[in-house]
């Protein structure tokens, strides 16, 4: 297998979705999250939905921290905009014979060489029996009760560790916060009561509750 050029970024694969699907939406879900001599790596899921709130195709991707020059940072967005270009390609936005995003392809790039096949089948066999298993345990102690607008940070990288940034809180506080008590997300981070706010972040974005 070559890598090649013409594979569609997953932003073109996007203003192609958002262009012929106008009315279906994207969803991800972290599905694991774990530590594996001490590099962080998640699971995330994607799901498109089409207007009838029926799920119409899927993308699942996998990304360790510090695998590559992106994973040094940003492991979480890495393994979330795979998992949408997956989920775009199986909905038949891409190229039709490569199933890769260009972003997938320069990564396996990255990668190649770097771990050792027999390390990342048991691995991958461990992360795949603890993703079916669904079960998270999430240390949300940083929360404190005198949260201000100025440690919005400091929680939005606490809960990035877990794999939940804010394309997964926006859906699940729509979903909690239907009669629209608080302004806005940050405005509900800030002010929820902090043991009600960790039953939101357990239930409504790591377990998905509808």
């Known amino acids: 297998m070559t890598y090649n050029e013409d594979y569609q970024k997953v932003a073109e694969r996007q203003a192609i ?22 590099k962080h790596q998640v699971i995330i899921k ?76 048991s691995k991958g066999k461990s992360l795949t ?20 607008v100025t440690d919005l940070k400091k929680i939005a990288d606490g809960l990035k560790m877990f794999g939940i940034t804010r394309l997964q809180l926006t859906p699940a506080f729509k979903r909690y916060d239907k009669e629209g008590k608080y302004k806005d997300l940050a405005n509900f981070m800030v002010t929820m009561p902090t043991e009600e706010l960790k039953t939101f972040i357990t239930e409504y974005v790591v377990n998905n509750k509808k």
């Open 46 to 121: 994607c799901e498109i939905l089409n207007g009838s709130n029926n799920i119409v195709a899927t993308g699942i991707a996998s990304e360790r921290e510090g695998t590559n020059n992106i994973n040094k940072t940003s492991w979480v967005e890495n393994a979330e905009t795979s998992a949408i270009g997956r989920a775009f390609r199986a909905l038949g936005i891409g190229d039709n014979d490569n199933y890769a995003s260009k972003e997938e392809v320069s990564n396996a790039k990255e990668k190649l060489g770097t771990v050792e096949k027999q390390e990342k089948v």
């Open 129 to 148: 029996e603890k993703a079916k298993k669904n079960t998270k345990k999430v240390d949300l102690s940083f929360i404190t009760d005198d949260r201000k």
């Open 17 to 38: 979705f958002k262009k012929e699907y106008s009315t279906h939406k994207i969803t991800t879900h972290l599905l694991d999250t774990c530590v594996i001599d001490g």
